[in-house]
């Protein structure tokens, strides 16, 4: 549940970016806001490499309920921050300012939340079905988007298109600050994993601390830098293929295929809701066969996808839910297992920040662009630039997984 609500509070400002762009860019048109808008989405990535150094630290040294638990607080209130923030006609450029300063606070607690939730969930499944546990992960991810899209999709069809851009599009943020106190309550009701209790070192073992020093700390990514070349090879596809297609496609729909936001956001719903029961099928399949050969099923799908995708979309709200559900199919081989294969490859010590620190910064460079690259290659009919982008990033995934170790049902020590 913590999960849900944190992701909800990131995804909420790409969903809603559409409507209220103009309210913080203003001149060149609605086109140029958007952009600008998207921007911004993307400068919120810069935050997640600090945050998920930092916050892995937090988690490797103070555990990974206390990691947790800040990073929900931080994301609640740059979702707060968004609600109440007074617009370009109010306080000129401020608004922009005020608009990037809680999106960079969001990076640094998305950042974290990575590097604890994924090494939580690894730490506490079972080592035969590692693999199911895992997609519970990003089911509450997608349960995060779906809520987000569901509230967009409701406001959008009872008060309409320029009620939303007026002012309605602060209700879904001013939800997410408010839903911080559930996630308060929940984080710290969250019991220590076994794994971090017993590498503490402390006297009083199971306080919830570890002796590792910040410089012990690196010391360890050192020796483990193998594994975090592996992460970036295994990240650079998978982060444009998920915020093209979970996150960002809605927005392009609606700005570039002309689909009426009311119907690209019911489709992103029934998609997502699509991708949220087919999960755990990756994991259970996983658990049985591998996390290897799951891997390679993704990067082949998307490196053969990505081209019929994009010109299988046109302005029905229907055939772009059907094309999101083709994609987040094959997109789900890859994230929904990611969390057990990626803690695998660490030893307990470093793995909050094994994981984190790598993935958080492919994520801050792809990932975050992806939106703003696609909307702006599109503008200019140059699709196929990131058709084929998506593709080589997706070749190189798979080639670092033929290279990376089978890992399945490893004991995490």
């Known amino acids: 549940m913590g999960n849900t609500l944190e992701w909800y509070d990131w995804s909420v400002y790409a969903i809603f970016a559409p409507f209220f762009a103009t309210q913080f860019f ?50 609640a209130a740059g979702s707060l921050v968004i609600g109440v923030a007074p617009n370009h006609t109010q306080i000129g450029i401020w608004a922009a300012v005020i608009l990037v300063a809680a999106r960079l606070s969001q990076g640094l607690a998305h950042g974290g939340e990575i590097a604890a939730s994924y090494t939580y969930i690894a730490e506490i499944a079972p080592p035969a079905r590692r693999g199911l546990w895992s997609t519970s992960l990003y089911v509450s991810v997608t ?4 809520l987000a899209t569901l509230i967009g999709a409701g406001i959008t069809s ?34 220590e994993t076994e794994a971090f209790t017993e590498e503490a070192k402390l006297p009083g073992e199971g306080t919830g601390q570890s002796l590792q020093s910040t410089r ?3 010391r360890g990514l050192a020796a483990n ?16 293929v998920y915020y093209t297609w979970a996150i960002g496609i809605s927005g392009f729909a609606i700005s570039a295929k002309d689909v009426p936001a009311s119907g690209a956001l019911w489709a992103s719903v029934i998609a997502n809701i699509f991708f949220m029961l087919t999960l755990p099928v990756w994991g ?16 082949i799908a998307f490196i053969v996808l990505p081209y019929p995708l994009f010109e299988s979309l046109d302005d029905s709200p229907v055939r772009l839910a059907l094309v999101m559900m083709v994609a987040l199919f094959f997109l789900g081989a890859f994230v929904g297992i990611m ?12 793995r909050a920040s094994g994981i984190g620190v790598p993935y958080s910064f492919i994520v801050a460079i792809f990932g975050g662009t992806a939106p703003y690259v696609l909307t702006s290659l599109a503008g200019k009919d140059l699709e196929w630039i990131f058709v084929l982008y998506t593709i080589v990033l997706a070749a190189i995934g798979l080639i670092t997984t033929v290279l990376t170790p089978e890992t399945k049902g490893r004991k995490l020590v």
């Open 339 to 350: 969390p057990a294969y990626f803690a695998e490859l660490f030893p307990t010590a470093v």
């Open 225 to 240: 830098k193998v594994s975090l070349v592996r992460i970036v090879g295994l990240t650079l596809g998978v982060t444009v």
């Open 284 to 299: 259970l399949l996983s658990d049985r066969f591998g996390r290897k050969p799951i891997f390679i099923t993704f990067s």
């Open 26 to 75: 203003v001149g060149a048109g609605p086109t140029a806001a958007l952009l600008s808008t998207l921007a911004v989405f993307a400068v919120g990535f810069i935050m997640r490499p600090i945050g998920g150094f930092l916050f892995g630290w937090l988690a490797d040294r103070r555990g990974r309920r206390f990691s947790m638990t800040a990073s929900m607080l931080l994301m």
């Open 143 to 146: 349960a995060g988007i779906v």
């Open 216 to 218: 012990d700390l690196l």
């Open 158 to 191: 009872t008060l309409g298109d320029a009620a939303i851009g007026d002012w309605a599009w602060r209700i879904p943020f001013l939800f997410g600050g408010l839903l911080g106190l559930v996630g308060l309550y929940l984080r710290r009701t969250l019991p």
